[in-house]
């Protein structure tokens, strides 16, 4: 069974501080894809990135970066110099590399950017 | 707008009647999904369909529950005689066989009083 877990339920930041959020997760495949998402007030859930596990590369994108460490089964999120409209739900999940495709979620991490 | 679109966005009826959601996915996807989310927790894996097939269902679908997807585009997902713990956001995702990543869309919200 695949599990992901995000034991940070809520951080809270002043604007421009870095912060990271975590993402461990347990699956038996050796194959497998990993996603954040990003939940705002409005609820719609925004794709931010996905990672296969072949990949263990590190991504950044503008102030986004992510760290996937195979070794340690976790895929970390870095915002650099947050900022108010950063303020969201934030949520990690896995996939098996089969049909199904389904995604299993962590239960989320809720980011409040102060001004 | 083309992304994921679902309707009715709230919904409160009372415990014992049936509720119905729609899901309009993304035009070219032939994937569909459907989660429900509850309050502080992430989405939770109901069932999916491929085309107007549907491939899976999770056990959290109790009998009470029916989705469809007819002709393979739009999808409904209906709950019959409600219960207080049917309350919870249903989304709908869509993808397609390139995509690894589901397009959600912003949810129906069920309240059961």
């Known amino acids: 069974a695949q599990k992901v877990t995000q034991a940070q339920t809520e951080i809270s930041v002043v604007e421009k501080e870095d912060v990271t959020l975590d993402c461990v997760y347990e699956?038996?495949?050796?194959?497998?894809?990993l996603f954040w998402y990003k939940q705002p007030p409005s609820g719609e859930l925004v794709f931010l990135i996905r990672?296969?596990?072949?990949?263990?590369q590190n991504e950044i994108s503008g102030r986004y970066s992510w760290n996937f460490q195979k070794s340690t089964s976790s895929f970390n999120f870095t915002i650099t110099a947050s900022q108010v409209v950063d303020s969201a739900v934030y949520f990690c999940?896995?996939?098996?590399?089969?049909?199904?495709?389904?995604?299993?979620f962590g239960s989320g991490t809720r980011l409040q950017v102060q001004p | 707008d083309t992304g994921v679109s679902q309707d009715p966005r709230h919904k409160i009826t009372k415990r014992g009647q049936n509720v119905t959601f729609r899901c309009d996915p993304i035009?070219?996807?032939?994937?569909l999904y459907w989660y429900r989310q509850t309050l502080g927790q992430g989405p939770e894996f109901l069932t999916y369909?491929?085309?107007?097939?549907?491939?899976?269902k999770s056990r959290l679908l109790s009998d009470r529950f029916s989705a469809e997807r007819p002709k393979g585009s739009f999808s409904t997902l209906e709950i019959q005689r409600t219960e207080q713990g049917d309350s919870a956001m249903y989304l709908c995702?869509?993808?397609?066989?390139?995509?690894?990543?589901?397009?959600f869309g912003e949810g129906s919200r069920l309240t059961v009083l």
């Open positions: 995702a869509s993808s397609s066989n390139m995509d690894r990543e589901l397009f």
């Open positions: 990672r296969n596990s072949f990949d263990e």
């Open positions: 699956t038996r495949d050796t194959t497998y894809y």
């Open positions: 999940a896995l996939s098996d590399i089969g049909g199904r495709r389904a995604l299993t």
């Open positions: 035009s070219e996807h032939n994937r």
């Open positions: 369909f491929q085309n107007e097939a549907q491939l899976e």
